[in-house]
Nanobody, 122 residues
Framework: VQLQASGGGLVQAGDSLRLSCAASGGTFRHYTAGWFRQAPGKEREFVAARDYSGRLTYYADSVKGRFTISRDNANNLVYLQMNSLKPEDTAVYYC????????????????WGQGTLVTVSS
């Protein structure tokens, strides 16, 4: 499975942004999808995950209520809608996919996209 993330950019605090992740090369609708981010000098951290059915959805506490992960399985797409953005949301955002539904909030994913930069100015 190949993943291509897009949609990053420079926004102001309080703005919204939607990231997209396009998957190819596999039966993506059977995979769990996740979003992670990595700020400069920090480790990669979990943001959100959604299993293939949509019955399991998890968010990091720091984004709960502001970010929403969604899927378009028919078109092999995953989205991350980010509202009320804060400067501390500034990071490179990565989409990821895995076959299982175990350990969704860890970096134990099978496939990773290249990342898209989100910069939130104050």
């Amino acid at each position: 499975v190949q993943l291509q993330a897009s949609g990053g950019g420079l926004v102001q605090a309080g703005d919204s942004l939607r990231l997209s992740c396009a998957a190819s090369g596999g039966t993506f609708r059977h995979y769990t999808a996740g979003w992670f981010r990595q700020a400069p000098g920090k480790e990669r951290e979990f943001v959100a995950a959604r299993d293939y059915s949509g019955r399991l959805t998890y968010y990091a506490d720091s984004v709960k209520g502001r970010f929403t992960i969604s899927r378009d399985n028919a078109n092999n797409l995953v989205y991350l809608q980010m509202n009320s953005l804060k400067p501390e949301d500034t990071a490179v955002y990565y989409c990821a996919a895995k076959r299982s539904i175990a350990r969704l909030t860890t970096t134990a994913y099978d496939y990773w996209g290249q990342g898209t930069l989100v910069t939130v100015s104050s």
